[in-house]
């Protein structure tokens, strides 16, 4: 599976911004996605993430009520879309993928993925 995510930028603080990664290569509609950030100078967290059915999503306290985090099986497609952006979401934003029948905070962990996009960059100014 193989992995591209794409839409960072900068922005100003309360702006919204939507990222998108594409998946190829595997069976999306199979897939748990999520999407994870590494600030400078942090280790990697959680951020969201979504069942393969796209019924259960889970989300970091940090931005929850925030940021959405969505699917597009036709388009192997999963999306984040990031409100009332912060000067703390500046980070690099990577996806992830798994096969795997996981929901709900067993989503949320790193060792579940088995692929990862190269990620993309993030820049909340203030």
């Known amino acids: 599976v193989q992995l591209q995510a794409f839409g960072g930028g900068l922005v100003q603080v309360g702006d919204s911004l939507r990222l998108s990664c594409a998946a190829s290569?595997?069976?999306?509609?199979?897939?748990?996605m999520g999407w994870f950030r590494q600030a400078p100078g942090k280790e990697r967290e959680f951020v969201a993430a979504i069942s393969w059915s796209g019924r259960s999503t889970y989300y970091a306290d940090s931005v929850k009520g925030r940021f959405t985090i969505s699917r597009d099986n036709a388009k192997n497609t999963v999306y984040l879309q990031m409100n009332s952006l912060k000067p703390e979401d500046t980070a690099i934003y990577y996806c992830?993928?798994?096969?795997?029948?996981?929901?709900?905070?067993?989503?949320?962990?790193?060792?579940?993925?088995?692929?990862w996009g190269q990620g993309t960059l993030v820049t909340v100014s203030s």
């Open positions: 290569g595997g069976t999306f509609s199979s897939l748990v």
């Open positions: 992830a993928a798994a096969y795997s029948a996981a929901s709900g905070g067993s989503m949320a962990t790193m060792p579940l993925y088995d692929y």
